[in-house]
C-alpha cells in the first residue's frame, strides 16, 4: 500500500492512492484482456494524442458525488462496526475516524491530512481489513481522493497533458531499454489515469504489453501422484442397521490411491481416485438371534478437487461397492430354552434375505466411504486454502494490493499457477515466461517485477530496528510468516553472538515506492536496498541505495548465491552517466559504505551469501524423497528455478 501525496503539479507529477473509481478501473481491466493479444502492435503515440483529445476536466459536481459517495460507504461501515461496542470503539479509534469525519464533513477545499491517515489504516495488514465494509470504503476515499486533488489544479488539462508527454517518453525509453526506474515512473502516471478514470484505451494498452503474468509455479502430476500415493491401511469401527438387524463390527480397510490432473484452462482440477476392500467381523442383535458373519466389500470411489483464486473446493465423492458375506453362526442370545430353533430359524431367514441384506450393506458401505474421503480431502483443503490465505492472499488484500490476474489451471501433466502480482500504478512482465524446463517436478519462473511489486506492498515506508542487545529485530508493519522466519534465521540468531560492547542500536526505513528491487540478468541476481533513512549509532544516511550483485554457484542439491565485489553505494536518483557525485556525497557514501560492510561481515547486513537449498518434504510427504535443484536461470527480467526428485 502506497501512502498519497496529494500536490500535483505539472512539472514534477506525485503519486496518487492506487485504488479508486471501479467502474472505470473495470472498464480497463476489460479493455486491458481485449488489448494484451494486440498489445505489441499498439501505436502509443497515437494513444496518447487521442488521450490528450479526450480529457474531460473534473467538474465540481463530480467531486461532490464522489464525497457523498464515500459518505455513503463511510457510514455503512460505522453501523457494521456497531460504534458503541467495544469492539467497534477500538476499530473507530484505529481508524482515526473523529478527524476522518470532521474533514469528511467541511466546507469548501478539504483537509487530505486525515483522509490520507485514514486511508492508511485501511490498507494494513490488520485482521478483518479484508472484509467488504472496510474496502469499500477505502475504495470510495481513493476515489474521492484522486478527483478532488486533480479538481484543485489551477490548469486541469496543462497538468494531465504533462502527465502524458512524460508518459509518451517513458514508454518510449522503457520500449528499447526496460529499467525498473522508467517502470516505476510509468507506473506512477497510468495511477492517475486510472484513478480518474481518464484514457482506458492507453492504459489497457500499456497493461497490455508491460502487465503480462510475472509469477508462475508448476508442479508436475508425476510429483502430486507420487505424494497422494500412501496405501490405505486402517481398522474402523463399524455400526449399522440392515433389515432391522443391529450390526456392530471391526473393519479392516486395505487399498490404494491414485491421482489424475484433468486438463482446464481456467481452473485447476484433479481427480483422485481409490480403490480397496473392507473386511469386516460384524456381530448382528434382531430378536433374540445373534447372528455373526464377515462381509467383504470391494469399492472404487472417485472425487474431483477445484482450486481456484477464490476457493480450493472438494466436489462430493462417487462411489461404487459391492458386499458379499459369509454367515458364520446364529444363536439365540444367553442360549437357554429354545436355542436350537432360534438357531435353525434364525439361520434360514439369514440365508434368505442375504442377497438383500448385501445390497442394503453395498450401499451404506458407498455412503460411509463417500463421507470419509470427503471428510479426509476437506480437511486437507482447509489446511492448504488457510496457508494461501494467510501467507499471500489476505496481507496483500488488506493493503489494497489483491493481484487482479490469479489463475490456476492443470494439463494431463501438471497443475499450473500464475499471477500478474501488480496494483494499477505497477508494471508486470513485457513478455511471455522463459520455456518451461523439461521434466522437472517444480518449476518457478519469477519476473523481477513480481518481487519488486510484492516487496513494495509489504515493506512500504517501513522501518526496521533494533533498540536494544539481545531483543532482536521488529518491524512496525505486519510482515507475512515467511518473510518474519526468514528475517529471524537470517538477523536474529546472529545477534545472539554479539556483545553489549559491540551492539550499536540501528533503524532502517525503507523508501515507500520501492522498498527492495532485484534484477534477474547475465546469469546474476542483482539486489538493491532503497534507502529512505538508516541510522547506525550516531551516523544518519538519508535517501541512498544499496545494490549487491550475486553470483549462483550449483552444488550439493542446492544453488549458493555469493556476493561479488563491494557493495554498490548510489544516492537515490543519482545517473552515474550524467554527473558526478559532490565531495560531500563523496564522504557520506565512504562512511556509509563503511558501516553496511562491518555489518555484512558480521553477518547481520546485506548477506554475503544467500541459499537456495534443496528441498526436503516431511511429514506425509517424506516419501517424495529430496528435490535437489536441477536448474537455475537468471536473465531477461526472469528467474528460472526448477526442482526433480532424485
Known amino acids: 500500500m502506497r501512502q498519497p501525496l496529494v500536490h500535483l503539479t505539472s512539472s514534477q507529477p506525485r503519486r496518487l492512492l492506487h485504488r479508486g473509481l471501479a467502474a472505470a478501473f473495470a472498464l ?46 463511510a457510514g455503512a461501515l460505522e453501523r457494521y462496526l456497531r460504534p458503541n461496542s467495544t469492539n467497534g470503539k477500538k476499530w473507530l479509534t484505529y481508524l482515526q475516524w473523529d478527524a476522518f469525519q470532521k474533514a469528511l464533513a467541511a466546507e469548501g477545499e478539504p483537509a487530505f491530512e486525515p483522509l490520507v491517515a485514514t486511508y492508511g489504516q485501511l490498507n494494513k495488514d490488520q485482521n478483518g481489513l479484508e472484509l467488504k465494509p472496510f474496502r469499500a470504503v477505502s475504495d470510495a476515499l481513493r476515489h474521492y481522493i484522486d478527483v478532488a486533488v486533480m479538481a484543485r489544479q489551477a490548469n486541469q488539462a496543462e497538468t494531465y497533458g504533462g502527465q502524458l508527454e512524460g508518459l509518451a517518453k517513458e514508454l518510449e525509453q522503457y520500449g528499447s531499454a526496460a529499467n525498473s526506474n522508467t517502470g516505476s515512473a510509468i507506473g506512477r502516471r497510468l495511477d492517475l489515469l486510472a484513478g480518474l478514470g481518464q484514457a482506458p484505451e492507453l492504459v489497457a494498452a500499456v497493461c497490455g504489453k508491460f502487465a503480462q503474468p510475472n509469477a508462475l509455479f508448476t508442479v508436475s502430476t508425476g510429483l502430486l501422484r507420487d505424494a497422494a500415493a500412501d496405501p490405505i491401511d486402517r481398522h474402523d469401527p463399524i455400526t449399522d442397521v440392515i433389515l432391522g438387524t443391529q450390526i456392530r463390527g471391526q473393519g479392516h480397510t486395505v487399498g490404494t490411491v491414485s491421482l489424475d490432473t484433468v486438463p482446464n484452462a481456467d481452473k485447476a482440477i484433479i481427480k483422485l481416485s481409490t480403490d480397496g476392500r473392507v473386511v469386516s467381523q460384524n456381530v448382528g442383535h434382531n430378536g433374540p438371534a445373534v447372528i455373526r458373519t464377515t462381509g467383504y466389500t470391494d469399492f472404487d470411489a472417485t472425487q474431483l478437487v477445484e482450486l481456484t483464486a477464490s476457493s480450493f473446493r472438494a466436489l462430493p465423492a462417487k462411489v461404487s461397492a459391492t458386499t458379499r458375506s459369509n454367515i458364520h453362526s446364529v444363536s439365540k442370545a444367553g442360549g437357554g430354552m429354545g436355542r436350537r430353533i432360534v438357531a435353525n430359524v434364525g439361520m434360514q431367514k439369514a440365508h434368505e434375505k442375504q442377497g438383500q441384506a448385501n445390497r442394503i450393506a453395498a450401499d451404506h458401505a458407498e455412503t460411509r466411504i463417500a463421507r470419509r474421503m470427503t471428510d479426509e480431502v476437506d480437511d486437507r483443503l482447509r489446511k492448504a486454502w488457510k496457508r494461501y490465505q494467510n501467507d499471500y492472499r489476505l496481507p496483500l488484500e488488506r493493503r489494497g494490493d489483491l493481484p487482479q490476474y490469479t489463475r490456476f489451471s492443470t494439463t494431463d501433466s501438471t497443475l499450473a499457477f500464475e499471477t500478474t502480482q501488480a496494483n494499477r500504478g505497477q508494471l508486470a512482465a513485457a513478455g511471455a515466461a522463459p520455456e518451461l524446463p523439461a521434466d522437472a517436478d517444480l ?52 545477534a545472539e553472538q554479539e556483545t553489549d560492547a559491540e551492539f550499536e542500536p540501528w533503524s532502517l526505513t525503507f523508501r515507500r515506492d520501492r522498498p527492495i528491487t532485484v534484477a534477474f540478468a547475465g546469469g546474476k541476481v542483482q539486489l538493491t536496498i532503497h534507502v529512505a533513512h538508516l541510522k547506525s549509532g ?21 544453488v549458493t548465491l555469493r556476493r561479488e565485489g563491494e557493495l554498490g553505494v548510489l544516492p537515490t536518483g543519482f545517473d552515474s552517466e550524467k554527473g558526478e557525485l559532490s565531495s560531500r556525497q563523496v564522504a557520506v557514501r565512504r562512511n556509509l559504505t563503511k558501516v553496511l560492510t562491518e555489518r555484512s561481515d558480521k553477518g547481520r547486513g546485506i548477506p554475503q551469501t544467500i541459499k537456495v537449498e534443496k528441498l526436503e518434504p516431511e511429514d506425509e510427504l517424506a516419501d517424495v524423497g529430496p528435490l535437489p535443484v536441477k536448474q537455475f536461470a537468471s536473465g531477461d527480467g526472469w528467474l528460472t528455478v526448477a526442482w526433480d526428485r532424485q
Open 538 to 558: 550516531n551516523d544518519v544516511f538519508d535517501r541512498w541505495d544499496v545494490t549487491a550483485t550475486y553470483n549462483p554457484e550449483m552444488a550439493d542439491g542446492g
Open 443 to 494: 518449476v518457478l519462473r519469477l519476473h523481477e517485477s513480481a518481487v519488486n511489486n510484492y516487496t513494495a506492498a509489504m515493506l512500504s515506508g517501513a522501518t526496521i530496528s533494533e533498540a536494544k542487545s539481545g531483543e532482536g529485530t521488529k518491524a512496525d508493519v505486519t510482515l507475512p510468516p515467511w518473510i518474519k522466519d526468514a528475517w529471524k534465521n537470517k538477523m536474529d540468531e546472529k
Open 28 to 73: 480497463t481491466c476489460y479493455l486491458w484482456l481485449s488489448a494484451v493479444a494486440s498489445a505489441a502492435d499498439a501505436d502509443f503515440a497515437a494513444l496518447v494524442a487521442s488521450a490528450r483529445e479526450k480529457f474531460v476536466p473534473v467538474t465540481a459536481e463530480q467531486v461532490s458525488a464522489a464525497k457523498a459517495g464515500l459518505a455513503q460507504q
